[in-house]
């Protein structure tokens, strides 16, 4: 069906890689980015959840798409609509046409995130060789996400804050052609009309309670807006999950978490995308505002835990013929919440085991996204196979955007709390909204009073930084023993019932 399978392999995995990527890379360009284009604390989080925000709301649109109109078709024109979208991002003179072009970049982001699963699926029929694959995809989702604020930090050594978008030019144009020649797009078996209906709501609803979510979490937020937006799309995600089970071809059949493997994998995957997002977006804040490293030394400071994901999926693509789905997927979730916690606690005392809980936060993660994506992607019919990548992506996408949002939300909340302002001095309010602002306040100061409130102000940071961290950690952990527990839980009635 194609030709020469592993370039196919590659070829999809690079376009993966931008698209994960995209979820971090602005992570440590975002201290230099706030500055140069003078954005405020509420526009730094939305050039970052922009991105998240949409791809989450359109995926499932794109992968019912993809299972109706090809997807190697759906690829190639997402990486077009991404190709341009990078441009326009690289290029923006203010937050507003930044925060639009993230919005496009979603878009085609969109467009090709399921695909790239699919056309995995559909190319690699023998099991063995299926599992190498989709744990290489899986390593490319993790460390790509991982290795985002390194390539970040690489590029802003050398270039200004739009390289970070220009990078993506390169990886179109190669990725473009070898698709265009090598892949062959498959004849779609679901030849029904796509539920229009369904892909509205399914739309609103899911930007409507990620946008709840990132109001909530505000310094000075309006619960009314909070709400109103998340009852409304609560409201409608209901509705449409309920139609979705009267219909005879639904755009997704919930009938598939009945199964608790699929189940456990979709949580496993919207975890670990949260922890992860949130994790790396307060890590590498911390290292640039507090501990003053450039944005490259940043990215490689975190480099241990992409290289350590990197290795993971291959790794797990070899145990799951053997070992199964299940258990790598709670042991890797365990792996990664207790590596987390051992790499906080140890920050500022060794480096050594911080860059060892780096490395096993990254490899845990890894082996846990590896067995998530075979157990979703396998547990779905073969005409079915954009619909279960669009949910996993959903998990993945829509994760990160909740995990930017609500413990980006947290740190500043926290951050708010500690911040304890040095007596006698006046600030403007907007300085108690982020680290940043109040050094751009401080440097109205004198210089003793400037020292000051910049003391003041990272030790708020800081301690904003260990919470946030913690909490991360304990929700890794806390879902590794869900998982456990419904895994046994299943073993044991499947045994009961054999008897």
Not at 42 to 49: D, G, Q
Not at 198 to 204: D, H, K, N, R, S
Not at 469 to 483: C, E, G, N
């Amino acid at each position: 069906m194609f030709n020469n399978r592993w370039l196919v392999l590659a070829t999809v995995s690079s376009a993966l890689l931008m698209i994960v990527m995209d979820l971090t890379i602005l992570y440590t360009a975002l201290p230099r980015l706030t500055f140069a284009l003078g954005a405020s604390a509420s526009e730094k989080l939305w050039i970052v959840n922009a991105y998240s925000l949409v791809i989450a709301g359109v995926l499932p649109v794109f992968g019912a798409l993809g299972d109706r109109w090809g997807h190697r078709n759906l690829f190639l024109a997402g990486l077009g609509v991404f190709g341009a979208a990078s441009l326009i991002c690289a290029y923006a003179p203010n937050p507003q046409i930044l925060i639009a072009g993230r919005v496009v970049l979603a878009l085609g982001g969109g467009m090709m995130m399921p695909a790239t699963l699919s056309i995995i699926r559909l190319t690699f029929t023998d099991p063995r060789e299926q599992a190498m694959a989709i744990g290489i995809w899986s390593a490319v989702a993790a460390g790509g996400a991982a290795a985002g604020p390194v390539v970040g930090g690489v590029l802003l050594e050398f270039f200004w804050w739009g390289s970070v978008f220009l990078v993506n030019l390169p990886i179109v144009i190669i990725a473009l052609t070898v698709a265009a020649t090598r892949i062959r797009n498959r004849q779609p078996e679901n030849r029904r009309p796509l539920d229009w209906r369904g892909a509205f709501e399914v739309m609103f609803g899911l930007i409507a309670t990620v946008y709840a979510f990132k109001e909530i979490v505000k310094r000075d937020p309006s619960f009314a807006v909070a709400a109103i937006t998340g009852l409304l799309g609560i409201v409608t995600l209901v509705l449409f999950a309920r139609r979705q089970r009267r219909i005879a071809d639904p755009m997704i059949d919930f009938a598939l978490f009945a199964d608790v493997r699929f189940s456990s994998a979709i949580l496993v995957a919207f975890v670990s995308s949260v922890s992860i997002a949130g994790f790396e977006l307060v890590f590498s804040q911390r290292l640039q505002l507090v501990d003053g490293l450039s944005p490259l030394n940043a990215g490689l400071y975190i480099l241990p835990a992409a290289l350590a994901s990197l290795v993971a999926g291959p790794v797990a693509g070899l145990l799951i013929p053997r070992w199964g789905q299940e258990p790598l997927l709670w042991t890797g979730t365990l792996l990664g919440g207790a590596s987390m916690a051992g790499a906080v606690a140890a920050f500022a005392h060794s480096g050594a085991l911080t860059v060892a809980g780096l490395i096993g936060l990254g490899f845990g993660i890894g082996v846990a996204m590896t067995a998530a994506s075979s157990a979703i992607i396998n547990g779905s019919p073969p005409h079915r196979t954009g619909m279960a990548a669009s949910m996993e992506s959903v998990a993945y996408d829509m994760g990160a955007g909740i995990g930017v949002a609500v413990f980006g939300g947290l740190m500043s909340a926290a951050y708010t709390y500690s911040f304890v302002m040095p007596d006698g001095i006046a600030l403007p309010g907007t300085a108690r909204d982020s680290l940043e602002e109040a050094i751009i306040a401080a440097g109205q100061l004198p210089a003793v009073e400037q020292l000051a409130v910049e003391a003041a102000a990272k030790a708020g940071f800081v301690d904003s930084f260990y919470f946030v961290s913690a909490s991360v950690a304990l929700v890794l952990i806390a879902t590794a023993l869900v998982v456990y527990a419904r895994s046994r839980s299943s073993r044991l009635r499947h045994a009961t019932a054999e008897r």
